[in-house]
């Protein structure tokens, strides 16, 4: 096997398991420890990884938050088409929550004649559902400048009462190895009582989130169906994410 092949073959189990040994590279590629303790020697040169004792970790920076006009602008046309296929799983009848963020507020047109109840935590998201005469529930607590989300400690104790049928919800990181991840503690504590709370629970996010990682943890990628527009292909063949993709046209 080639350098180039090794060391991206390193690269992308690392992009998966954020840790690996020495043994085990020694097993998948099937070369001998001088061999893997040079490329792991050139590849955290290049800043690519990390060397540990016996095997490397994956480096990575956490990612900053953008304000929510920020996040308007930013995949616009990804995330109409992962709105427009989240919507579609919605069924009439139904009792759900729609997390604050522009990927969920994508879905908002497409549910305009749809007899459901929404419960959400974004101001923007109850106005225009409102609009559009859905019954909505807004629960209490202090509103987030930034990213116009209800949050806090008011919104956790109202949620905890509410059951949904589904739960939909924004995330600004998706990474194998660290989960599902968002900025903001209070965020993410929010996050995980909506999906705790929901029968089915998906997470919307376009392919400008894959392999970023925040601050804090809301799940595990098995935990959710991510709802997305593209996968990464070094994880086409991980069994442990569960994806709604747009059919290739």
Known sequence: MLTEERHQLILNRLQQEGILKSQQLMDLIGCSESTIRRDLAQLEEDGLLIRIHGGAKRTYQLSEELTASEKTFKNHQSKESIGKLAAGLVENNEVIFIDAGTTTYAMLPYLANKSIAVVTN?????SLLTDQGIETYVPGGKIKPST?????????????????????????????AFGCT???PEEAALKQIAHQHAASGFLLADQSKWNQVNFAKVCELGDVTIVTDALPDHLEDYQEITTIMEAAK
Do not use: C, V, W
């Open 122 to 126: 974004g101001i923007q998201h109850a």
């Open 148 to 176: 116009k989300a209800i949050i806090g400690s008011q919104t956790l104790s109202e949620l905890k009462n509410y059951r949904f049928d589904k739960a939909f919800l924004g995330m600004n990181g998706i990474d194998p």
């Open 182 to 184: 968002t900025p903001d």
